[in-house]
């Protein structure tokens, strides 16, 4: 079984009333409703001992989602390059909503990942760009969201390996809502809806990508490990004189 572990900051369901009607038991809880259908889940939030993530139980974690918003400064640089190593190493890691300022993420992209944005209830259309791709199995052209904070272009990330959705807002902007890296021997994707008061993660097709992006950020148990470092040939080396 896929173990995954669910990061999140926990603070605007603690101090903000809205957030609490929709997320009482806080996002992390509710990602972990439906993914623990199918996946082993852990959660962990920023005010714990290491903000939940000592190393073994990232050793112990196949796919790292993370949601953070308000407090990104307050996670530690021991554990941002914790989390780092291990996607380079070979964990999965999805990045949701506003995490795309968290350290982990701009750590591993090397840019500033800034954006435009507003928050004014507007619907959302996610067009699907490769219906090929795992990640958007059992969706349809779109995903329609009544409510959604606005993200927009220019987003300053590197140009992704993998575009498989652009958001369309109401109030005219477009942005690169789903889109996937590798870095090291780990896989990452970054996934635009969620904002904390709205009931995105309530939606299936939200469910249905995150939990597909799951199975596809996870690592592959037969994958070879390469060696580095000094090697021997591995074929007979002629001498040559001159």
């Excluded at 572990?5 to 603070?11: G, H, K, L, P, Y």
């Excluded at 009482?24 to 509710?30: A, F, K, V």
């Excluded at 941002?80 to 909503?97: A, T, Y």
């Amino acid at each position: 079984m896929i173990r995954v572990t669910i990061w999140n900051e926990f603070r605007h369901e603690k101090e903000d009333e809205e957030v609490r009607a929709i997320y009482p038991d806080g996002i992390h809880l509710q990602l972990a409703s439906f993914l623990k259908e199918d996946y082993v889940v852990r959660t962990a939030t920023l005010d714990e001992p290491e903000h939940g993530l000592p190393q073994h139980v990232l050793d112990e974690t196949d796919c790292l989602i993370w949601w953070g918003h308000r407090a990104h400064d307050e996670v530690s640089d021991e554990v941002v390059e914790r989390v780092k190593q291990r996607v380079l190493n070979g964990m999965g890691l999805i990045v949701l909503h506003s995490a795309h300022f968290s350290k982990p993420f701009k750590a591993l992209m090397g840019t500033s990942c800034d954006l435009k944005w507003r928050e004014a209830s507007e619907k959302c259309r996610l067009w699907v760009v490769d219906p090929t791709h795992p990640i958007l199995a059992g969706i349809g052209e779109t995903i329609e969201l009544e409510q959604e904070e606005m993200y927009g272009e220019h987003f300053d990330i590197p140009t992704p390996d993998e575009l498989l959705l652009i958001n369309w807002f109401e109030g005219g902007e477009v942005f690169r809502g789903g889109c996937t890296f590798k870095r090291g021997k780990g896989k990452i994707f970054y996934f635009q809806p969620g904002h904390e008061t709205y009931s995105t993660y309530y939606h299936p097709d939200i469910q249905r990508v995150i939990s597909n992006a799951v199975s596809w950020c996870a690592p592959m148990n037969n994958t070879p490990v390469p060696k580095y470092g000094h090697h021997e040939a591995i074929e007979n080396i002629v001498e040559k004189r001159n």
